[in-house]
């Protein structure tokens, strides 16, 4: 059978909808939602989506984009692996590959695209986490007491916005420019000592400015 992967990093925030979206009648959904740092077989839905493969109960495992696998280089590599030594095909859609050609005979090219972007994702978690490392310390610089988000709580989107206006702003003048760089534009006009904006937070902004959009639309 076919299935699709999903996660989310957090209910909060963040929807699974678009990506069932995707999803053919067809397919049997495996959705996780938990930090893309937890490796594959340490995930509920991961854990119970391997123990399908080797129950020899899947033929293919397509998911929206490869970071939905994990940000750790390795750990993509091993789950890729682990689905390829089953002969399951993978599809990633937002690159448009397959690990498997047509002829059902492997994709050399899908192997090479993986590998790179597999240390893409884990490049990018180590710079998220530099970030937050390097504005923590700026913040203490200050004389500020920094405490984290007290857990189960959240940010209203009205804060957000007010909190993020310069990506309100940017999201406004350049609608069509990709999450990245938004982020690296509004980046590049904070002062030395602020945290850097990932494209993350851009797309948090963006959902919300979409879902306000939504609302007056439907008034």
Do not use: W
């Not at 989506?49 to 109960?57: F, H």
């Not at 994709?107 to 937050?132: H, P, V, W, Y």
């Not at 494209?199 to 306000?212: A, D, G, S």
Request: hydrophobic share 35%; charged share 30%; with cysteine.
């Amino acid at each position: 059978m076919k299935v699709r992967y999903i996660r989310i990093s957090s209910s909060i925030g963040q929807s699974t909808a678009r990506q069932e979206f995707l999803a053919a009648p067809d397919e049997k959904l495996y959705i996780d939602i938990c930090s893309g740092s937890v490796k594959f077989l340490e995930r509920e839905k991961g854990k119970q989506l391997t123990k399908d493969i080797e129950a020899g109960l899947v033929t293919t495992v397509i998911t929206s984009q490869l970071d939905r696998l994990g940000r750790s280089a390795n750990d993509i590599q091993r789950t890729l692996q682990f689905f390829m030594e089953h002969n399951v095909e993978v599809i990633i859609e937002n690159i448009g590959q397959s690990s498997k050609l047509p002829n059902g005979k492997i994709n050399t090219i899908f192997k090479m695209i993986t590998d790179i972007l597999a240390n893409l994702a884990e490049q990018q978690r180590e710079s998220i986490l530099e970030n937050q490392k390097q504005g923590i310390l700026a913040a203490k610089a200050r004389g500020d007491v920094y405490k984290g988000r007290i857990k189960g709580t959240k940010e209203s989107d009205e804060l957000v916005l007010e909190k993020y206006k310069v990506i309100v702003k940017e999201l406004k003048l350049n609608p069509t420019l990709s999450l990245e760089k938004i982020a690296k534009i509004c980046n590049d006009s904070l002062n030395n000592g602020e945290k850097k904006l990932s494209p993350n937070t851009v797309r948090k902004v963006k959902m919300i400015l979409e879902k306000q959009a939504n609302e007056k639309g439907n008034d």
